[in-house]
């Protein structure tokens, strides 16, 4: 059936300044790393998508390596781009990325301009697109010169391969420098990706003060913890989640006696508060306005509407937060 956005979904959503830049961006932002490779039938990619925009989600994050196996889900992205969201395109801000390993030799991996320039041209091809709304480099390259790989991004938005440039992954000082390089480039960097949930807190310590400073704004992946931070876990590891899927990013020994006591305690507050564990973990990282927008998965449409539920109740208050504290210390 021929898709149809629904006419209301921008009545709920919330759309916040990314920095000082002209862009906002929707508080709640989806992501493509899993469920959308050749692994996953394509309908239920469809469906997310679907129901993501339908409730104000403008933005799906995508990378050159997301599958398995990699550049699949750019590839399954584009195929349902093109059947959906062709008429939607100017209301989308799709994001790829590239900086990890994409192909065989030297040129295919890190931050050098030969990689850059190659991967985000079969990027486009993948999802059939003219351009990227914002390219990243995902991870800081500790060989090739920063100016270099920053160059690379520059000559690509001049190319008009991509409007606006981010980073993804790079440490506060290295964030700085790289920042203040672009600016001289001429090509501000919008936007930072680093992970960011109750159980990764290392942003708080420099890095979102560096981004306020500099006007530039920020999106949190996996804000979620890759689910942990969900009922998902409370009652054993369901079949069908990630834990159980043999994910090297999320595997059961990582669901500890120790972390799944946080895990409740966490959930008997999200109760107090009259919301799902979920909705109270990205509340809580959209609590300090320095975050723009939390880049959440979601291997079910239910996921997508807790996460865009989680609006209807965002504020916390200091006993919350120091309760929150204290479960987390
Ligand atoms: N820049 C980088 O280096 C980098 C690295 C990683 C990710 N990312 C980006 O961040 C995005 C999100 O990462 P992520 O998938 O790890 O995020 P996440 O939001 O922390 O975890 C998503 C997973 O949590 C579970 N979940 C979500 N909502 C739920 C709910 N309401 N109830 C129960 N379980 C729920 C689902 O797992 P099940 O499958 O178990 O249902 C879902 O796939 C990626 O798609 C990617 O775009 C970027």
Same mark, same amino acid.
Not at 173 to 184: C, G, S, V
Not at 275 to 304: C, E, F, P
Not at 319 to 326: F, K, L, N, P, T
């Given at each position: ?19 000082? $830049? ?16 050749? %692994? ?41 781009? =093109? ?12 994001? @790829? =990325? ?20 190659? $991967? ?41 391969? %991509? ?9 506060? %000082?290295?964030?700085?420098? %790289? ?42 992946? @996996? ?17 069908? $989640? ?16 120790? =972390? ?17 564990? $979920? ?10 306005? =320095?975050?723009? @927008?939390?880049?959440?998965? *979601? ?12 609006? *209807? ?17």
């Amino acid at each position: 059936m021929v898709y149809q956005a629904d006419p209301a979904r921008y009545q709920t959503m919330e759309f916040r300044r990314c920095g000082r $830049s002209g862009l906002k961006l929707p508080a709640v932002s989806l992501g493509l790393w899993h469920n959308f490779g050749d %692994a996953t039938l394509v309908d239920n990619s469809r469906q997310l998508l679907r129901r993501a925009f339908d409730l104000g989600i403008t933005h799906f994050d995508l990378a050159n390596n997301y599958g398995p196996p990699p550049g699949s889900a750019e590839h399954n992205f584009g195929r349902i781009f =093109k059947q959906d969201f062709l008429p939607y395109r100017d209301e989308l801000i799709i994001s @790829s =990325k590239a900086g990890y390993t994409m192909w065989d030799g030297p040129y295919g991996d890190w931050g050098s301009r030969k990689y850059l320039i190659a $991967s985000l041209d079969q990027s486009l091809k993948r999802m059939g697109l003219d351009y990227v709304d914002i390219f990243y480099h995902h991870r800081p390259d500790p060989e090739t010169p920063l100016q270099e790989t920053l160059r690379a991004l520059d000559h690509l938005v001049r190319q008009g391969k %991509a409007l606006y440039v981010g980073l993804s992954n790079y440490p506060a %000082a290295l964030a700085r420098e %790289a920042i203040d390089i672009l600016n001289d480039l001429g090509t501000p960097c919008l936007i930072h990706q680093p992970k960011y949930s109750m159980f990764e807190r290392w942003v708080e310590a420099e890095l979102l003060d560096v981004l306020q400073e500099k006007g530039v704004g920020s999106i949190a992946f @996996s804000p979620l913890a890759g689910g942990q931070l969900t009922d998902r876990y409370l009652n054993g590891i369901p079949s069908d $989640s990630r834990a159980a899927s043999g994910s090297r990013f999320l595997n059961p020994d990582q669901l500890t006696d120790e =972390k799944l006591a946080k895990v409740r305690k966490l959930n008997e507050l999200a109760q107090q508060r009259g919301q799902k564990l $979920s909705q109270m973990a990205l509340a809580w990282v959209l609590r300090d306005d =320095k975050v723009t @927008s939390v880049l959440i998965g *979601a291997s079910k449409t239910s996921q997508i509407e807790d996460a865009v539920g989680m609006l *209807a109740n965002r504020q916390f208050s200091a006993e919350e937060c120091a309760a929150i504290d204290a479960i987390l210390s």
